[in-house]
C-alpha cells in the first residue's frame, strides 16, 4: 500500500552520519530518515574500531576530529552514557621503518617519540621487532551504540521519523524538491535531499540523474583474540603500526585486531575472508609475542572513499535541495558531530535563499561532468601528487569551491 509523507528534509541512509546530520537539521526543520536495513549503523558505523584518533587521516579528517572532540566529552543530554573514555594510541614501527616515524612526528610534533623499552612498559609482550614508536595520549575509545542511540533520542523528541526497512529506488526532482520512493510502498516528498547512504551513496546519486563520483567501498576486516591471563590489556593503549599494516585494542576483555585491508568491494553485507583474518593474525604476532594466537570472532565492514580521501558534504551544484554525506572512509564516527554541524549550516544557509553557500568538502573532482574542473593525473592538484599524510593518504588539498552546474 503506497504511504506518502511530507517533510522539509529527507536524509537517507541512518549511520552516524545520516543520524548525526538529521539530528542537527532536526532542530529547524522537519526530518525524515531512511535506512535500507533493519537497523541503523549496520554496515560501516556499528563494525568499526570505535576509536577516536586525533593523528588519524589526513588534516582535513584530523581538523574534524578535533572539532567533534568536545561533542563526545561533554555530550548533549539525549545521550545517556559515557560516549568517549580516554585510550591511548602508540605508534610502532620496525627498523626499515624509521623514515616513517620522522615524517608522523614532523607533521604531529606533539607524539611522544619512544625506544622499545620504553614501548615495552605500555605494552610489556611487545615483540624486538618494534624498534621505533610515537606516543599519542589524546585518542579514546568510542561507545558507538551510546552514540547511535542519542541519536536517535534526539530525533524522536524533536519529532523527526526514522523508517528501517526503506530501501530507497527511485530519487525525482520535482523542480521545487523531490520524491524518494522506496521498495516498501513508502513515498517521501521533500524540499532537500541529503545523500548519506555510506556505500551506496554513488547509487542514490545515480537514482537522482547525477554521474557517479568515483566513491570505493573498501572491505575492513576484524577480529578478536583471547589475550594470555596475565595481560591487562584494558591498560593498554591501542598499538597502530606507523604504515597502518595492522592495528589492535582491548575489546571487551579481548584484543580487536585487523590487519587494515583495503579490498574493493561492491556495496553488499562485507564479511570476512580467511585470508584476510590470518593475514591479521600473522601481522598481530610480529607486533606481541602471542604465538598461540587463534580468533574467536571475526566481522567485516565497508568503509567507503572518495577518490582523495576526504569526505564529500554539502549542496551538489548539479542538481538544486541535493546534498552529499559520503565519503566517510574510516573517520565518520569520530568526525560525526562536526560533520553534521556543516551539513546543519549548508542546508540552512540554503534553505533561507542566502547567497552564500559553503560547498566545504565538495571538491572540483566531484562528477566529471560538464564544467568540472577534475585535476589531470600528476598535475599538482591531483591526489596522487600530493604528499601523502603518515597513515598513507594524500595529504588535504585546499578546500575548492566547485563549478556550477
Known amino acids: 500500500m503506497r504511504c506518502v509523507i511530507n517533510v522539509d528534509v529527507v536524509v537517507i541512509g541512518a549511520g552516524v552520519a545520516g ?23 549496520y554496515h560501516s558505523s ?12 589526513n588534516q582535513v579528517v584530523q581538523l574534524l576530529t578535533r572539532l567533534s572532540a568536545e561533542d563526545y566529552l561533554h555530550p548533549a543530554s539525549y545521550f545517556d552514557d559515557q560516549l568517549l573514555a580516554p585510550r591511548a594510541s602508540l605508534f610502532v614501527a620496525r627498523a626499515d621503518q624509521g623514515q616513517a616515524v620522522e615524517r608522523m612526528q614532523a607533521a604531529q610534533p606533539r607524539l611522544e617519540k619512544l625506544d622499545h623499552d620504553a614501548m615495552r612498559r605500555r605494552v610489556p609482550p611487545l615483540t624486538t621487532h618494534c624498534e621505533h614508536g610515537l606516543f599519542d595520549a589524546e585518542g579514546g575509545d568510542l561507545n558507538v ?14 519529532g523527526a521519523d526514522l523508517r528501517v526497512d526503506a530501501e530507497v529506488i527511485a530519487v525525482t526532482s520535482l523542480g521545487q524538491g523531490w520524491e524518494v520512493a522506496c521498495a516498501n510502498g513508502l513515498t517521501v516528498r521533500a524540499t532537500k535531499v541529503v545523500n548519506a547512504a555510506g556505500a551506496w551513496a554513488d547509487a542514490i546519486g545515480q537514482l537522482a540523474g547525477l554521474s557517479p563520483l568515483g566513491l570505493i567501498p573498501k572491505r575492513r576486516t576484524a577480529c578478536l583474540v583471547q589475550p594470555q591471563a596475565d595481560w591487562n590489556v584494558d591498560e593498554w593503549p591501542m598499538v597502530i603500526n606507523i604504515d597502518e599494516e595492522v592495528y589492535f585494542k582491548s575489546e571487551a576483555g579481548q584484543l580487536m585486531v585487523s590487519p587494515a585491508d583495503e579490498t574493493d568491494s561492491v556495496p553488499c553485507d562485507a564479511q570476512p575472508e580467511v585470508i584476510d583474518v590470518a593475514i591479521a593474525i600473522d601481522r598481530y604476532q610480529q607486533i606481541i609475542d602471542h604465538p598461540d594466537a587463534v580468533p574467536t570472532h571475526t ?18 551544484p548539479r542538481l538544486a535541495g541535493f546534498y552529499w554525506l559520503a565519503g566517510q572512509g574510516g573517520y565518520g564516527v569520530q568526525s560525526a558531530p562536526a560533520m553534521a554541524r556543516l551539513e546543519q549550516v549548508t542546508a540552512l544557509v540554503v534553505a533561507a535563499g542566502l547567497a552564500i553557500v559553503s560547498y566545504w568538502l565538495f571538491f572540483s573532482w566531484a562528477g566529471g561532468g560538464q564544467g568540472s574542473r577534475r585535476p589531470a593525473l600528476g598535475s599538482p592538484d591531483a591526489p596522487e601528487s600530493r604528499p601523502r599524510d603518515p597513515a598513507g593518504a594524500p595529504a588535504a588539498a585546499p578546500l575548492r569551491v566547485p563549478p556550477g552546474p
Open 299 to 316: 566481522w567485516a565492514g565497508l568503509r567507503t572513499f572518495a577518490p582523495d580521501r576526504t569526505f564529500v558534504v554539502g549542496p551538489d
Open 46 to 57: 556499528g563494525r568499526s574500531a570505535a576509536y577516536f584518533a586525533p593523528a588519524y587521516g
Open 145 to 158: 551504540h551510546a552514540i547511535l542511540q542519542g541519536y536517535r533520542r534526539q530525533l524522536r523528541q524533536k
Open 19 to 41: 543520524l548525526s546530520a538529521a539530528a542537527s537539521i532536526s532542530q529547524s526543520a522537519e526530518v525524515l530518515v531512511l535506512e535500507r536495513e533493519s537497523q541503523s549503523g
